[in-house]
């Protein structure tokens, strides 16, 4: 009896911890940089304390060392030239470099808890084999680097294509990600990200006539200016100052520096300090200058269909090379036009829900973080600038549709479950991130409704910010808002490729008059299906899949019995009399995701 109770006791331990959701490590950064901007170098003193709230011993550590990406024969610079659909940002640019131009970071001295460690270097990973960080402690790592910008090419750089001095993105060597799974020390190929959350406590030294914008809230205001603080301050042209920022509860930091900025501020009524830095010599003004009341929306419909921002400052910057989103701040392209900036701020802030709070790991779970801003944009977008067709003002989500079935129809898409940097193409990886990825929520809306989907968001967000989760979280918050099981549509679109194709196959007249739709599924994928029948008024009809054991009716339709998902042929008895059917529509409003569209509406024609 003891042995068997020892041996349940020990299962329900390995089983609990097996599947933990509810421990991730911390950190905490102090970073100091000497910054000079003749040679495009700088110096930086690093010290990070690692707080292992693991159930594992840490008996090595990773870091990833970006900047090593952008010098001749990297990896990403193989990848990006021998990938048959390179982005054209990328193209063949790494291997032209010249050593003035690359990037790198060079570690001077590294010590764990006040000794020298000895490290190894795999280009953008750096690992110290021997370490020991036993579960409930912590540690100390020290590292003294010495660092080269290189010229903007992805994300981070020097001098992009609108001027901007300094995009500073994955600038110092950064801990990689532990979690259940173990490390996470993703080579860089141009890809994601996965940050462990922490706080930053950055310093940041160079000359005094640029202008900074960073992640989190500037410590000496007073002494900078510069549309930080209402107080004049003077500096002397040829002399140095000293930044000074916080960010709590982050993944990353993010900075950005060029002397022509103009610093804008708007204050959002219950909301956060929003900063706006752009240079009017390249920017479109017009544009920026009418960018604050549009984000202003913005975030009041963010907190309406996900959640509140919880951070007290939020930083549109200009720099980069399209749009990138960081904590607290996102870098974007500076010159465009007013739809398209703002759509352009709407994705990358909305990113700071996803992979900012949430902190999904964007290498294996991409397309929550770029499939989920895609369809809050969507949203988002539809309110801001109504269509004028109705079609897209009830399913804003219909482009992301005809992405995928363009790529379907092919029959060399991948499932979106293949890790971001293994994809064959990039345009596969794409339509997988932000296109089928935005479906898995849209698709959700011809499921449970849309109601319930921004609902069961709304519930993701609340019980799982700065927690890191995965799918199943999501699935199971949507469970329970719509009292749906859901498993097999989760597993279905995000592991496999198969495809749907249902089509009305005929309507008749059953022995009682009434009209029979009947509906045949060809394909290999399995969905509900939403049916509308048209007569003296609309009925909406909705036929579940059995796998959803459905107990209550979804709201404004009539649910018909379950649809056995092993069966092709489904027949749908209606109770509108057949001679007055005029029209039978099948997804009126395109939310299932398939990709034959014949005899979707009868009379056939």
Known sequence: MINRRFFF???FFFVHIAHATDWQLRVKYDITVDFDDRRHQFTGLQRLVLYNQSPDTLNELFFHLYYNAFQPGSMMDVRSRTIADPDRRVGDRISRLKPEEIGYHRIQSLKVNGKDTPFNVYETILHIPKALVLPGDSAVIEMRYQSQVPVQIRRTGRYNVEGVAYSMAQWYPKLCNYDRLGWHPN???????YGVFGDWDVRITLP??????????????????????????????NGRITWHFKAENVHDFVWAADPEYVHNTYQISDGPLLRFFYKPRTANVATWEQLPAYMERFFKLMEKYVGKYPYPVYSFIQGGDGGMEYPMATLVLGSGELKGMVGLCVHEAAHCWFYGILGFNESLHHYMDEGFTTYVEDLIMNELFPPDDPLRRANPHIPSLERYVALARDGNFEPMAIHADHFHTNRNYGTAAYYMGSLLLAQLEGIIGREKVIEGLRLFYDTYK???PGPDELRKCMEKVSGVKLYWYFHQWINSTKTLKVAIKEVREDADGRAVV??????KAIMPVEVYVEADKEYAYFVPIDLMYQTQPRQGFVTAPYWPWVRPVYE???DVPYKEVKKVTLDKYYRLARVDFKNQVWPFK
């Open 9 to 11: 006791l020990t299962l």
């Open 187 to 193: 080579p860089y190929v141009g890809r994601e990200f």
């Open 208 to 237: 005094a006539r640029y202008v900074v914008a960073a992640t989190g809230v500037l410590q000496n205001a007073d002494e900078i200016g510069y549309g930080y603080s209402k107080k004049s301050v003077k500096h002397n042209p």
């Open 466 to 468: 700065f927690k890191h």
């Open 518 to 523: 009947v509906i045949e599924n060809s394909g």
């Open 572 to 574: 749908l008895k209606t």
